[in-house]
């Protein structure tokens, strides 16, 4: 235990995750996505000071190490040739045996002052054109490769730069061109935002890129908001030792992910729930197929995370609930969206 107390506090320790009062929605999919990062991201809604940036700081930290190309800039898996950078997927073939470290995630943080040269990084044409030789230098979306990618205010960042970012989040690949010259790296990352729906909500064809979506609201308990206070009361007096009282479950935890990690391909999802779900969705009237997409991913995720290698009716639900609602077309002079209405239909037709 102490080896890991030493290799958890080698860097500032931040607040434990699973200190985390409440919100369990948002942990939920956090965890998602962190065992499956093609969800495709998610997006954390709520007013400021309801814990969103914490939740973020704090799912990095109980993340399981990563093996990585020692000296490759892109932080390759020295395991998975499929996503590798040219030149180390060069060095495999010809066999070479690739450096290898492992090493924490990280939360890379991306600016609103952002440029799109600044995000997927620059080729420097005039030394190509003067020695054939390509000079690229990377941008955010390297550093983010196989890190977490969080973007605070997302609903206040350039469309253009959003549309890019969600590109690279689905496809795993950054792609610049220049010229006529190409440059690609991977660009694998668990993808944050999070926004304050005051100050301005997102374009719907953006918001649906998004697989999770959670609205991040303050508890109305008072006996829930005092345990709050004590616990960051607690952890402003002495952040170590407040720390090292959550390490049993923070180690439990990135077990639970690690071992998620590892059965996630073997988890099977049966006809019938798989029939319910687009049935679920029909009646909804999305029409994007990115909702049963997500749905399934999201819901052998969890199913995975609990150890588990099929999906339950309570798997599902609980992914509908944070992939289907932010899909859901608003209708005039309608106030609430029908989707508990319909789930209940749908769930009950099930039991």
Request: charge should be negative; aromatic fraction near 6%.
């Amino acid at each position: 235990m102490e080896k890991s107390i030493d290799r958890d506090l080698s860097t500032r320790p931040v607040f434990p995750f699973p200190a985390i009062v409440g919100q369990e929605k948002a942990k939920l999919a956090l965890l998602i996505v962190a065992v499956n990062p093609s969800v495709g991201g998610v997006l954390l809604r709520g007013d400021k000071g309801t814990g969103k940036t914490t939740m973020v700081r704090a799912l990095a930290d109980v993340l399981p190490e990563v093996k990585v190309v020692a000296d490759c800039i892109f932080s390759c898996d020295p395991d998975d040739p499929r996503y590798m950078c040219d030149r180390c997927y060069a060095r495999y073939v010809r066999g070479e045996e690739l450096p290898v470290t492992y090493r924490k995630m990280k939360v890379v943080d991306l600016p609103l002052s952002i440029t799109i040269e600044r995000l997927v990084g620059t080729i420097n044409v005039e030394k190509f054109l003067r020695e054939g030789v390509i000079e690229f230098k990377p941008g955010i979306l390297a550093e983010a490769n196989r890190n977490i990618l969080y973007i605070d205010e997302v609903n206040l960042l350039d469309d253009y730069i959003i549309d890019t970012l969600l590109d690279v989040a689905a496809s795993g690949w950054n792609i610049v061109e220049r010229e006529g010259i190409s440059v690609r790296h991977p660009a694998r990352f668990i993808l944050v935002g999070s926004m304050n729906p005051e100050e301005g909500d997102l374009r719907p064809q953006i918001l649906d890129r998004f697989g999770l979506v959670v609205d991040v609201e303050a508890p109305m308990d008072p006996e829930v908001r005092a345990e709050i206070v004590r616990r960051v009361e607690e952890w402003q007096e002495d952040p170590v030792s407040f720390y090292k009282k959550y390490l049993p479950e923070i180690e439990a935890l990135r077990e639970r992910i690690r071992q998620a990690r590892n059965i996630l391909q073997k988890v099977e999802i049966d006809e019938d729930l798989l029939k319910l779900l687009t049935k679920t969705v029909v009646e909804l009237g999305i029409r994007t197929s990115r909702a049963e997409i997500t749905t399934v991913r999201a819901a052998k995720a969890i199913a995975a995370l609990d150890g588990r290698t099929h999906v339950t009716l309570e798997d599902l639900k609980k992914a509908m609930e944070l992939t289907l609602p932010h899909r859901l077309r608003s209708r005039p002079f309608q106030n609430t969206h029908p989707f508990e209405k319909i789930l209940q239909q749908t769930l009950g037709q099930k039991d």
